[in-house]
């Protein structure tokens, strides 16, 4: 027992000796010097041309400093055009509003090829999203339905019970929409609005994303003082960091309408807020009642598909069936498909690793374009500013 101890020690010793820790400032010139010597000398040691990936989970702000001192050091550079692939990664935000998303894409193009950019949104690593693909377009009984002669609306819910906590001073500055709304509530709708992919290619799905994110219709102000509706949880001007005369939402709803010729007339809602009753988040697709009237029903029942990703990642649906006795009286049942039940729990990987993993391998599937940014920026936009600007619609306390 204590030679398996020692041995393992030892080999956990040998692994933390690959690491290596080296300090500086973000705007320091000198920092990425170091940083480049360090990785020249392990190249020089190891005898190969190392891949370098350079993770930015850092402020928004200090976005440019870094990736302009990156390229500027050499540190992008290959060793060899034959080998030592390099990749910048960057959590969301990207950019605070559509011009500075706009300006932060054309200083990463400037720098770097697309094919070296991954921007990050851990959302898209959950396992219930990158199944949204795989049950949207292998099932055959979907795709007929999937239209607006079939659905009634759609709609995506992110809420949470909790508060704004220790976040204030930065959530003061963003509010609910951008926070989760701008990224990943329109991240999931865009997966359910995407029309088929021509391959399972990750050019061609984020294109079909986008594709679904720009038919989202811009609202004008007098839309926006209609179709939305935004509140604030009536503790949140005490909390530190946020200002006593606040209007920053930390709860909205939505009503939008899509280009898509599959869903123009098809009302899709976006709902979110802090201090709710429960945390949840879930995409509800409600198709339209039958058109035959054949059955009786004592209430207004619809054929719903629950796609929830959190407490529980499941798929349940409800349907008619007819109740027991002489009549044929329909009542509403559920179907479901609970992935942890179906799958034990060695079988799942967390969001984070999946995404290393396919930045290492090149895959970007799980990565947002930039056509899909300013999509989400352009649909939003328009709603912050009627808000912000002309203080409409009233914003509500709860």
Not at 8 to 28: Q, R
Not at 89 to 99: A, S, Y
Not at 186 to 204: H, I, K, R, V, W
């Given at each position: 027992?204590?030679?398996?101890?020692y041995r393992?020690?030892?080999?956990?010793?040998?692994?933390?000796?690959?690491?290596?820790?080296?300090?500086?400032?973000?705007?320091?010139?000198h920092?990425?010097?170091?940083?480049?010597?360090?990785?020249?000398?392990?190249?020089?040691?190891?005898?190969?041309c190392?891949?370098?990936?350079?993770?930015?989970?850092?402020?928004?702000?200090?976005?440019?400093?870094?990736?302009?001192?990156?390229?500027?050091?050499?540190?992008?550079?290959?060793?060899?055009?034959?080998?030592?692939?390099?990749?910048?990664?960057?959590?969301?935000?990207?950019?605070?509003?559509?011009?500075?998303?706009?300006?932060?894409?054309?200083?990463?193009?400037?720098?770097?090829?697309?094919?070296?950019?991954?921007?990050?949104?851990?959302?898209?690593?959950?396992?219930?999203?990158?199944?949204?693909?795989?049950?949207?377009?292998s099932?055959?009984?979907?795709?007929?339905?999937?239209?607006?002669?079939?659905?009634?609306?759609?709609?995506?819910?992110?809420?949470?019970?909790?508060?704004?906590?220790?976040?204030?001073?930065?959530?003061?500055?963003?509010?609910?929409?951008?926070?989760?709304?701008?990224?990943?509530?329109?991240?999931?709708?865009?997966?359910?609005?995407?029309?088929?992919?021509?391959?399972?290619?990750?050019?061609?799905?984020?294109?079909?994303?986008?594709?679904?994110?720009?038919?989202?219709?811009?609202?004008?102000?007098?839309?926006?003082?209609?179709?939305?509706?935004?509140?604030?949880?009536?503790?949140?001007?005490?909390?530190?960091?946020?200002?006593?005369?606040?209007?920053?939402?930390?709860?909205?709803?939505?009503?939008?309408?899509?280009?898509?010729?599959?869903?123009?007339?098809?009302?899709?809602?976006?709902?979110s807020?802090?201090?709710?009753?429960?945390?949840?988040?879930?995409?509800?697709?409600?198709?339209k009642?039958?058109?035959?009237?054949?059955?009786?029903?004592?209430?207004?029942?619809?054929?719903?598909?629950?796609?929830?990703?959190?407490?529980?990642?499941?798929?349940?649906?409800?349907?008619?069936?007819?109740?027991?006795?002489?009549?044929?009286e329909?009542?509403?049942?559920?179907?479901?498909?609970?992935?942890?039940?179906?799958?034990?729990?060695?079988?799942?990987?967390?969001?984070?690793?999946?995404?290393?993993?396919?930045?290492?391998r090149?895959?970007?599937?799980?990565?947002?374009?930039?056509?899909?940014?300013?999509?989400?920026?352009?649909?939003?936009?328009?709603?912050?500013?009627?808000?912000?600007?002309?203080?409409?619609?009233?914003?509500?306390?709860?």
């Open positions: 027992m204590e030679d398996e101890k393992i020690s030892e080999e956990f010793d040998t692994f933390l000796s690959t690491f290596f820790y080296i300090e500086g400032d973000f705007t320091a010139k920092a990425y010097e170091n940083l480049a010597k360090t990785l020249g000398r392990v190249d020089g040691e190891w005898s190969i190392t891949n370098k990936l350079f993770y930015l989970a850092v402020p928004p702000q200090s976005y440019s400093s870094i990736i302009t001192n990156l390229h500027n050091s050499g540190l992008t550079e290959p060793c060899s055009p034959e080998e030592g692939w390099t990749r910048v990664i960057l959590e969301k935000p990207f950019g605070t509003d559509r011009q500075t998303a706009i300006d932060l894409d054309k200083q990463l193009g400037a720098l770097f090829k697309e094919e070296q950019i991954y921007r990050v949104d851990h959302y898209l690593a959950k396992e219930t999203v990158k199944n949204i693909l795989a049950f949207r377009f099932n055959t009984f979907l795709s007929p339905a999937w239209n607006n002669k079939y659905i009634e609306k759609i709609e995506v819910r992110l809420l949470e019970k909790g508060t704004v906590a220790t976040r204030g001073k930065f959530y003061d500055k963003i509010g609910a929409l951008r926070d989760v709304g701008q990224n990943h509530m329109l991240q999931l709708l865009g997966l359910f609005l995407m029309d088929t992919p021509n391959s399972f290619t990750p050019a061609e799905i984020k294109k079909k994303r986008s594709e679904a994110l720009a038919s989202l219709k811009k609202m004008s102000p007098q839309e926006v003082e209609k179709q939305t509706s935004r509140g604030q949880l009536k503790e949140y001007r005490s909390i530190e960091g946020v200002d006593p005369e606040s209007n920053t939402e930390t709860y909205f709803k939505i009503c939008a309408l899509s280009d898509n010729p599959n869903f123009i007339g098809v009302p899709i809602y976006l709902e807020g802090k201090g709710q009753v429960c945390s949840m988040t879930e995409v509800v697709v409600t198709f009642e039958a058109s035959s009237h054949l059955f009786s029903s004592k209430s207004d029942k619809r054929n719903e598909l629950h796609y929830h990703l959190q407490p529980e990642e499941k798929i349940t649906m409800k349907f008619l069936a007819k109740k027991p006795g002489y009549s044929y329909v009542e509403q049942h559920m179907l479901g498909f609970n992935y942890h039940d179906a799958y034990s729990a060695d079988q799942f990987v967390d969001d984070y690793e999946a995404l290393l993993y396919d930045i290492i090149g895959d970007q599937t799980l990565f947002v374009s930039t056509a899909e940014i300013i999509g989400e920026w352009e649909f939003i936009e328009p709603i912050v500013n009627t808000w912000h600007n002309e203080g409409k619609p009233e914003l509500e306390i709860y």
